[in-house]
């Protein structure tokens, strides 16, 4: 099964024993031929797991290759997608983490600046109901008033 020879191989092999081509296969199971070319190579096409793995059983089954055949190619392509999600979700959990303080950090600055520019208003509004005295009144002129 899987001892030296690789999934892609053995679906090349038997697609040319079958006289089909790449494009052949593509048409049949409705991908561009870059994907099954992709599986040839053993590499994942740029999809969605489920996706991946129902193009390898379709290929298989138009190939005439069986399901015990494929079947642990699909289990190892499973246990990779988890160690994946596993190191992408710890990826973006520390992502997470970090990219929260620059947001704090611009937040603490925009509340200072409307702070500053509130009590800049509130201080001009103080200043602007204070009555400015412009002539001296001497104590004696307020006993000569009528006197």
């Known amino acids: 099964m899987m001892d030296n020879i690789s999934l892609g191989v053995m679906l090349a092999d038997l697609r040319e024993q079958m006289g089909l081509t790449q494009d052949d296969i593509a048409n049949k199971i409705h991908v561009r031929k870059t994907v099954i070319d992709d599986i040839e190579k053993d590499l994942l096409p740029h999809a969605p ?14 190939v005439g290759l069986s399901i015990e055949q494929y079947q642990p190619y699909i289990n190892e392509l499973n246990n990779q997608s988890k160690i994946q999600q596993k190191k992408a979700q710890s990826k973006m959990f520390i ?15 925009f509340l200072l600046c409307v702070l500053g520019i509130a009590l800049y208003f509130m201080n001009q509004d103080n200043k602007n109901h ?6 001296y009144v001497s104590p004696s002129s307020v006993n000569h008033v009528n006197s």
């Not at 797991?49 to 138009?62: D, H, N, P, T, W």
């Not at 204070?130 to 002539?135: A, L, P």
Request: no cysteine.
């Open 130 to 135: 204070f009555v400015e005295v412009n002539h």
């Open 49 to 62: 797991l489920v996706f991946v793995k129902g193009y390898i059983r379709s290929y298989a089954e138009i």
């Open 95 to 109: 992502t997470k983490k970090t990219s929260k303080i620059p947001f704090l950090f611009i937040g603490i600055f």
